[in-house]
Structures are given as C-alpha cells and as structure tokens.
C-alpha cells in the first residue's frame, strides 16, 4: 500500500455518505444503500482493503448489468425459530448478511442459538466487517461463504479447482476488545491474486500452482489455460488441513441452503452460513467473558519469538487501525476513488473530498 503520508485521507462518515448514495443512486431500495456503504467501509477502517469499497465499482456494474438485484426481499424458503433458510435472489450479499446476522441476534435471545443459510445471495464481501453487530451485543458469531459458480482452490492432491477460498469468521466477546477471525480454507483470496496480478507483483510465498501442480508464487498461473489453482491452507504440506475446511464451508454454504455447485449456476453469487450464539444460554455471560477474557490475556502475554513483535489476537490489528482511522482519516488503497469517480459521475453524485482537500 503507498505510504500513509502520500495517501489522501477521508472521513469515514464521508466515505459512508458517498457509497450510500451511489448505491442509492443506482437503485437499491430501502436500508440496502446504508447497509452496503457502511460494511464497505468498515472493511476499509478494519484494513481488508481488497474486500472494502474496492467492491463498490464492480458491484454497482452487477446491478447494472441485472446481476445483482437492486430492490426486494428475500423469500422464505424455511424457519424452525433456530434455524431459518433463505433464497437471496442475487440481492445485495451485504445486505441479506447484515439483516440475517440481526434476526440471528434476536431469535439467539430466545433459543440460545439461530443459524441463518442463504442461497443465491450476491457476494458478501468482507466477513470480519461483520462480525462486531453480534460481538458488540455480547453474541458470539460464525460467518462462511463460498460462491459456487466459481473454483479457484483444487482439493489437497489434485490439480483442477473445485472450490473457491471459502472464508470463514467467527467473532468472540471478551469482555473487552472482542476476538475477530478472518480466514479461508485457501492460503489467499481471488481478490489479492487479481490485485497482485494487476499490479506485476508475485504472492509473498509459493502460494499457488500451476496447472501441471508446480509451486509458484505467480499469480498469472491462475490465468492460464488450463489455469492453476490456489493452495489451500497449509500449502503442499499440510493442505489436507485447508481442504477438510473447505469440505466443512460448502456444506453449511451450499448443503444446507440447498443450493450450490450441482445446480451449475452461473454468475457472481454466494452462499452463505451465519450462526449467532447468546452465551447467556450456556454458561452465562460472565462465565463465558471470564472464559474467553482469560485466554485473550494469556496470549497477549505469551513470550515472543526471539526478533518476533508482541502476539496478538486476530482483530487487534484492525481494530487499533479502525480507531486511528477514525481519528486521523481513512487512507484508502490507491485507485478506490479513482475507479468509482465515473460511477459518480454517471450516477450525479458528490465524490468525497480528502480531509484538507
């Protein structure tokens, strides 16, 4: 990323003004333009800046296009009070996420737990974005996606792709700053190769292979014909580890909404699996923050490895950032804006301007 002091800074309340009203602009109906713009961004001031506004241009040319729809509700499809399925109808991924994590929190209140698996939703975009609507509530969360009209991750062994990265997240309470993990069944993302690829640059490590399942740290191996594949988590290694995760999302994303790689669909799309849990249920609220709290602790006060930094948990980086950002401005990854100006233009809406601009 360009150094901060390069980079213009935004406030993120302007930043949210902005996507909302390109989204808004474009469409989208009811809460749909404010749920998208602040999850957006919110994966911005986390640091996920592949998975933040980045996606606004791209997604603003799906419901362009038809492909992602822009009004309605989902419908339906089944609801046993602790566990609901919906068909998303390719509506705003962002959106159908965002509203399920919320009828997850109040139906956990009452049964304990509510999981909530959507079919044909759009893209969700950044999962750690999310997970701080329940955390923040006392709620622990679990969140998978996976887009079965897409592959890029071969299974451990083989050389073709059957999957995509399949990200999973799970957000846990502490009692201070929560726990928020972000990972996939796949060493990275798409949305990293394409950037590393657009930009000439190679993977930090040999975190793909091409078709004939060489190692590479390439990504135009992906690009091939045939293309390469991403590794799954653990690498030639240990991938065995990734792709048994992998196993595990599709079948909550694609099984249990009933809908994935067996229909065929075509088009940019998701399924997804969120789980909300009231700990209030279990253990009890404080039994569970002392639980959890404890082992935070003990980690931040774990000896670092000789030369390393202090350990963290998974989330304090972006949440330290988040707070920064939120003081000092937003610095967003080169080209964000510069991709949704003609956007804005098209639509008749205000770009925002840096702070000091």
Known sequence: MPAADTTPAYRA??????????????????????????LLVEADLLGHTTHGLQLAAPYLGEIEQGTMQAKGEPTLVADRGAAVTWDGGYLPGVWLTA????????????????????????????????????????????????DPA????????????????????????????PILIDMSASITTNGLTNRLRKEGRRYPGKWAMDAAGNPTDDPNALFTDPPGT????????????????????????????GFGRAEKPTGWGAGTFIQVFDPAAFGGNDAFTRETGWIAAACRANPP?????????????????????????????????????????????????????
Do not use: N
């Open 13 to 38: 309340a302007d930043l949210v003004g902005f996507a909302r009203d390109l989204f808004a602009a474009a469409g989208c109906d009811g809460d749909k333009p404010q749920a998208i713009a602040e």
């Open 305 to 357: 490895v000789p030369g390393g930094a202090a350990v963290r948990l998974p989330g304090q980086q972006g949440l330290a950032r988040k707070r920064d950002a939120l003081k000092d401005g937003v610095r967003l990854y080169a080209g964000i804006i510069d991709a949704l100006k003609p956007w804005a233009e098209k639509l008749k809406v205000a770009a925002p301007r840096p702070i000091g601009g």
């Open 230 to 257: 991403i590794l799954p988590s653990g690498g030639r290694d240990h991938g065995h580890k990734g792709y048994g995760l992998a196993l595990t999302i599709e079948a909550l994303t694609q099984g249990l909404p």
């Open 150 to 177: 897409d592959c890029s991750v071969a299974p451990f062994g083989g050389t073709k792709a059957v999957f995509t990265p399949d990200p999973i997240a799970v957000g846990i309470p502490t009692g201070g700053d």
């Open 99 to 146: 509203r399920a994590i919320d009828l997850g929190v109040v139906r956990a209140r009452s049964h304990g737990t509510c999981a909530i698996a959507i079919r044909r939703s759009h893209h969700i975009a950044c999962l750690a974005a999310y997970l701080t609507r329940a955390t923040d509530q006392g709620m622990m969360i679990t969140i998978a996606s996976s």
